[in-house]
T-cell receptor, first 114, second 117 residues
Framework: ETGVTQSPTHLIKTRGQQVTLRCSSQ?????VSWYQQALGQGPQFIFQ?????ENGRGNFPPRFSGLQFPNYSSELNVNALELDDSALYLC???WGQGRTDTQYFGPGTRLTVL | AQKITQTQPGMFVQEKEAVTLDCTYD???????LFWYKQPSSGEMIFLIY??????QNATEGRYSLNFQKARKSANLVISASQLGDSAMYFC??????????????FGTGTRLQVTL
C-alpha cells in the first residue's frame, strides 16, 4: 500500500509569484486536507476536499486554492506569494471526512518565499 | 480560547523510561476525536494513536497509550520504554464535527521530546 506522497520536497519562490504543490493520496482514500505549518508552530488547516469538492476551509485568503482529481490526487495553488507564506505545507488523506477518520500525512513541501 | 493546549514546550526522558506528554482540549461538541502525531526533524507527521470521545477504554498502540480523562478534558500521551528514535516533536490534535461534514484537525503547539542515554 502506497502512502501519501508530495512534490516537490523543497521550493524557492519570490514575492508575487505563483506556486503549485502536489499530493498523491493513500490508496483508497477519498478525502484530502491541506495544512500550513509555520516554523515552531502546529499545522493550520487550509481546506479539505471530499470527492473532488471543497467542503471545508480554514482562515486563509482566496489566493489559496485547490483541486482534487478523479484519482483523488490533489493540488494546492497559491497566487501572489507573500513572505509569510514561507512554511511547510502538509497534505493529509483519509478514508472519509468524519471526526473518527484518521488523517495520514505526506512528507510535506517546504516553501521558501524570498 | 485555545482548543488544544500543550503546556510542555520541551521534555527530557532517559532511554527505557516512561514519559507522559500533556494535552488538554476545549470543545462543546459531544462527539470528537483526539489524535497524537509525531513529527521528526524530517517534517513528516506520523500518526500514533486515536481516541474517540465515546470510547470507554483508553486507547493503546504498542508502546503508546492515551490517558483519556473526559471530565477533565485531557488526553495525555504515555510512551513506555522510551527509545532514542522517539526524539521528535509531538502534537496533540482534535477533530470535531458531524459525520458527513468537513472536520478539520486542530493542533496544539507541540512538545519537543528528547530521549537521552
Amino acid at each position: 500500500e502506497t502512502g501519501v506522497t508530495q512534490s516537490p520536497t523543497h521550493l524557492i519562490k519570490t514575492r508575487g509569484q505563483q506556486v503549485t504543490l502536489r499530493c498523491s493520496s493513500q490508496s483508497g482514500h477519498n478525502t484530502v486536507s491541506w495544512y500550513q505549518q509555520a516554523l515552531g508552530q502546529g499545522p493550520q488547516f487550509i481546506f479539505q476536499y471530499y470527492r473532488e469538492e471543497e467542503n471545508g476551509r480554514g482562515n486563509f485568503p482566496p489566493r489559496f486554492s485547490g483541486l482534487q482529481f478523479p484519482n483523488y490526487s490533489s493540488e494546492l495553488n497559491v497566487n501572489a506569494l507573500e513572505l509569510d507564506d514561507s512554511a511547510l505545507y502538509l497534505c493529509a488523506s483519509s478514508w472519509g471526512q468524519g471526526r473518527t477518520d484518521t488523517q495520514y500525512f505526506g512528507p510535506g513541501t517546504r516553501l521558501t518565499v524570498l | 480560547a485555545q482548543k488544544i493546549t500543550q503546556t510542555q514546550p520541551g521534555m527530557f526522558v532517559q532511554e527505557k523510561e516512561a514519559v507522559t506528554l500533556d494535552c488538554t482540549y476545549d470543545t462543546s461538541d459531544p462527539s470528537y476525536g483526539l489524535f497524537w502525531y509525531k513529527q521528526p526533524s524530517s517534517g513528516e507527521m506520523i500518526f500514533l494513536i486515536y481516541q474517540g470521545s465515546y470510547d470507554q477504554q483508553n486507547a493503546t498502540e504498542g508502546r503508546y497509550s492515551l490517558n483519556f480523562q473526559k471530565a477533565r478534558k485531557s488526553a495525555n500521551l504515555v510512551i513506555s520504554a522510551s527509545q532514542l528514535g522517539d526524539s521528535a516533536m509531538y502534537f496533540c490534535a482534535m477533530r470535531e464535527g458531524n459525520t458527513g461534514t468537513a472536520s478539520k484537525l486542530t493542533f496544539g503547539t507541540g512538545t519537543r521530546l528528547q530521549v537521552t542515554l
